[in-house]
C-alpha cells in the first residue's frame, strides 16, 4: 500500500508541475518551423498563424522557414527537437503523410508528432483549358472509358496531393489516364493552355488567378462541399463519384512528447484566432479556409489520411523516383 500511495502521490506531483508549467508557458519565444521556402501557401499560413497568435496572446511567436525534399527536412527537424513547446511545425498533408508512405521521409507521421490544431485547408479542382472539347465529367470519364490513356492528365509532380488526387479518381471511377508529372505549376498550365495536355489538377489557390482570367474552366473540385471561392463548381461526390475528397490541409504540430497542458493552452490559443474574421480573410486571400478544431480531431485526420493514402499509392504504384 506505501508503494502504491507513493506512486500515486509521484503522480500526483508531476501532473501539479506539468500544470505549473504550462501556466507559466511561453516565457521565451516560440519558433514555428515553415518546411518551404518564404512566399509559397504553407509560409503564408504559417505567418498568418504566428502573427495573429503573437498579437493576440503577447507571445513571440517567429516563423522559421527550412525547406528541402518536398518538406520533409522541416518535419524532420521538428519532430527531433525538444518536446517543451516551443517548437512548433506548420505541416501540411504533403510532407506530413504522403513523403512518409513514399519513403521520403525520416520520419512517423503519428509517433513523432503531436498534432495541435487544424489550421486550414483547400481543396483540389480539375480544370481544362477555356476551349478544351472535355465540357465536364461526364465527358471526361467517358473518353477515357472508351479510349484508355488516351486523357493526358497534368500535375505539378509525382506524389504530390495532386498527382495522388487523379489517382484516386481514377480508382474511384476504373478509368486510366495518361499521367504527365511536371515540376511545378508553371511549368504545367503553358501546356495545359496550348493542348499539349487535356486537364490539370492542383489546388484551388493555385489555378484561380487562371480560372478568373477565363483561360481554365473547372470541372469539378475534390472536396465534400463546394468550395466558397467556387460556389459554382460541382464537387465529385455530387457527379456520383464516392470517397474522392482530396484537399490540401495545414495543421500546427509539435514533438511526440510534448506536455497535454501545453498542447491544451496552444489548440485553446489557435481556435480563437481562426475564428476570428480578419484571421479568415486573410486565408481565404491565399486561398484557404480557416478550420479549427480540438487536438484530437487532428490527430484523428492524420490517422485516417495514412492508410487512405497507403492504399492510394499502393494500388497505383507511385514511385517517388518516378
Known sequence: MRIAYKALAGLA???????????????????????FPP?????????????KLSETTGWT???????????????????????????????????????????????DPIADFTPIALTASAPQVMVVAKDSPIKSVKDLLSTAKDKPNAIKFATPGVGTSSHLAGELLQQRTAV???HVPYKGTGQAVPDLLG?????????????????KEGTMRPLAIFAKARSADLPEVPTFEELGVKDSEAVTWWGVAAPAGTPDAIVTRLNTEINKILQMPDTKEKLRAAG????????QEFSALIKSDVPKWTAVIKTADVKADD
Open 61 to 107: 511567436v517567429v516563423p522559421e522557414n527550412k525547406p528541402g525534399s518536398g518538406g520533409s527536412v522541416g518535419l524532420g527537424l521538428a519532430g527531433k527537437a525538444k518536446p517543451d513547446g516551443y517548437t512548433l511545425v506548420l505541416a501540411q498533408n504533403a510532407n506530413m503523410v504522403i513523403n512518409p508512405i513514399l519513403g521520403k521521409a525520416n520520419y
Open 195 to 211: 493542348g499539349r495536355v487535356d486537364v490539370y489538377v492542383a489546388s484551388v489557390p493555385s489555378a484561380m488567378a487562371h480560372i
Open 39 to 51: 512566399g509559397g501557401g504553407t509560409d503564408v499560413v504559417a505567418r498568418v498563424v504566428a502573427a
Open 176 to 178: 486510366k489516364f495518361l
Open 288 to 295: 484557404a479556409d480557416a478550420i479549427g478544431g480540438t487536438a
Open 13 to 35: 506531483l508531476s501532473a501539479l508541475a506539468s500544470v505549473a508549467h504550462a501556466q507559466q508557458y511561453p516565457d521565451k519565444a516560440i519558433r514555428m518551423i515553415v518546411p
